[in-house]
């Protein structure tokens, strides 16, 4: 008993290694078919890798555009400072809360003079007394998608007369957010899709040129397994060659593009996610799907048409 699954494990390990080689051979042996295969295989790895860095610029810059939609709170003129910490911590102590900053009318004034010198002597005119403008509250919320209801809760808390957050604009800009990810999902799990049909059709002509090798394997005997697992792994192959080209050109290019418009695009307020931290990420995800939707591609084309 013992020895007859020694001789199992060996023949599997057989089975595995000759599978190796001859998916080697194949790849090398059709060469005109390998090079269609992997030129079809990196076309379509390109615009995946494209895509996928497109949909983490769109989240990383939706991201950043969400974290600075600031709910400003301006406070009753008449407001004590006992109030104006009461206030604060009535806000700190609703859901959706972030950060909270306050900044007095003066602060409002000094920062006004800064930013525009023409109107420092107008300002300069008023005291603390006859300052017009009004204590305020900068509330950040944790998910933008509800900032409406938490600004309306801030609202509704006793010192506070008005609430402003962009309101209507906010909600539009999150809701072109949303369509631009899914789109952005959809377009990498249609090439993906795409991917996975032309290497199965790939396949598919390269196994019909040898199915005469293929029958004459059966009729000596061969199990189902020892025929398909060499395509199996040439499917898994022609993937991995597949994908060294997008994996060059894409990320040598983005990294390109990054230096040279100095990691903005056409405006600071589009920053451009740092290669550092998604460069790895990239790699791995084009190799795995040129891997895996090869390696599958081709089992699916030798169950499928030669109906193994």
Known sequence: MTKKRGDTSVKKIRIFFHSI???FKSVFRNASLSI?????????????????IL?????????????????????????????????KTKIANLD??????????????????????DLENILNQYTEETNPLQDTY?????????????????????????VKYG??????????????????YIVVIGLVLVTAFLISNTIKITIQTRKRQIEIMRLVGA?????????FFEGLL????????????????????????????????????????????????VITIGVVVGALGSYRAVRRYLKI
């Open 21 to 23: 080689e001859e998916a």
């Open 36 to 52: 269609a295969s992997i030129s079809c295989i990196a076309i379509t790895l390109i615009l995946v890798a494209v895509s996928v």
């Open 55 to 87: 949909s983490y610029n769109v989240n990383s810059f939706t991201s950043d555009i969400e974290k600075d939609v600031t709910i400003v709170a301006f406070l009753d003129k008449e407001v004590t400072q006992e109030q104006i910490d009461e206030i």
């Open 96 to 117: 959706n809360i972030a950060t909270i900053e306050f900044e007095s009318k003066q602060q409002l004034i000094d920062e006004m003079k800064e930013e525009n010198a």
């Open 138 to 162: 900068l509330v950040k919320v944790e998910n933008i998608e509800t900032i409406g209801k938490t600004a309306e809760e801030i609202e509704n808390i006793e010192g506070v007369s008005i």
């Open 167 to 184: 309101e209507g604009m906010v909600e539009d800009l999150v809701n072109v957010f949303d369509v631009v990810k899914n789109i952005t």
């Open 223 to 231: 199990s189902n397994s020892f025929i398909k697992i060499p395509f």
């Open 238 to 285: 022609l993937g991995a060659l597949g994908s060294i080209i997008p994996i060059v050109a894409c990320c040598y290019g983005y990294m390109y593009l990054y230096e040279r418009f100095n990691g903005q695009l056409f405006t600071p307020i589009i920053k451009l996610v740092n290669p550092d931290l998604i460069i790895f990420n990239i790699i791995i995800f």
